[in-house]
């Protein structure tokens, strides 16, 4: 579905028949889609161009749309080193594409769910493309929206956050119903009937994930709030079209 609000190819019939009642709840949901992408473009870039980070942890990576995540820092610093963790066969299908590493860096795929921490962190560490021993970039991109209460959406980020060494950082993007609760909650209801469990948080909510960590300026902020950049994403984008929070943070 996400593919598919991109305006993608990797998509079938269903996810599009879903999409498209999402859409008619929510014709936004397009435009939040884009603000998420280019959110994670401009965070990994200042991350790997202003913090020095060489080494990123992928969790609930989707389908792959050029430019990755690993094309992004890689073009900051070939020796890049990327993750990528993701549940979904059909992710595991189009893998290749997020495969296509630098030389000097090294790009890798792994099949875990992030509702299983501790079987992540074991897959990683078994994997051995990131090391827990050096700095880590933690991306979480519009993921825990799929992780209800019931699955213990906060304590699962506290784990993983656990594990990474201080001068790591936590990216995060989370879809909210602050600005238009019925239509997320008509949302809310259709991926819930469709098989995925979902749930959509406040700020206050969101700002929990963060617990312990020191936010970048400006915050936990509407994502195209976060350093926004010429030609990065949707411009004329209301905080209602994004619904969608975003913050990045440091463990010291």
């Known amino acids: 579905m996400y593919d598919y609000y991109l305006g993608g190819k990797t998509n079938y019939a269903v996810d599009r028949e879903a999409a498209d009642a999402v859409i008619r709840q929510f014709p936004a949901v397009v435009t939040a889609a884009r603000i998420n992408r280019a959110f ?38 070939a020796e890049s080193k990327v993750a990528y963790v993701d549940t979904d066969p059909i992710v595991l ?23 299983d921490p501790e079987a992540v962190i074991a897959a990683v560490k078994e994997d051995g493309c990131i090391s827990f021993e050096e700095p880590v970039a933690l991306t979480l991109h519009a993921l825990l929206h799929f992780v209800p ?3 213990d959406a906060h304590g699962v980020v506290t784990r993983l956050l656990a594990e990474l060494t201080p001068g790591s950082y936590l990216s995060l993007t989370h879809c ?23 749930q959509v948080r406040s700020h206050a909510e969101v700002l929990r994930f963060f617990d312990g960590l020191e936010l970048v300026d400006p915050g936990l902020v509407v994502a195209h709030r976060w ?3 010429p030609a ?10 994004a619904s969608l929070y975003a913050g990045v943070a440091l463990k010291k």
């Open 40 to 77: 994670m473009h401009r965070a990994v870039h200042f991350l790997a161009a202003e913090r020095n980070i060489r080494q990123f942890l992928d969790i609930g990576t989707g389908i792959p749309t050029a430019p990755n995540l690993h094309e992004v820092v890689q073009a900051v610093d």
């Open 93 to 115: 299908a189009y893998a290749d594409s997020l495969l296509t590493s630098t030389p000097e860096g090294e790009t890798s795929y792994i099949d875990a769910s992030v509702t």
């Open 149 to 151: 209460d019931d699955q």
């Open 176 to 198: 909210t119903g602050d600005f238009a609760p019925e239509s997320w909650q008509a949302i809310v209801d259709l991926y819930t009937q469709k098989g995925t469990p979902t």
């Open 227 to 229: 350093r926004p950049a």
């Open 232 to 241: 990065s994403g949707p411009s004329l984008a209301t905080d209602t079209d």
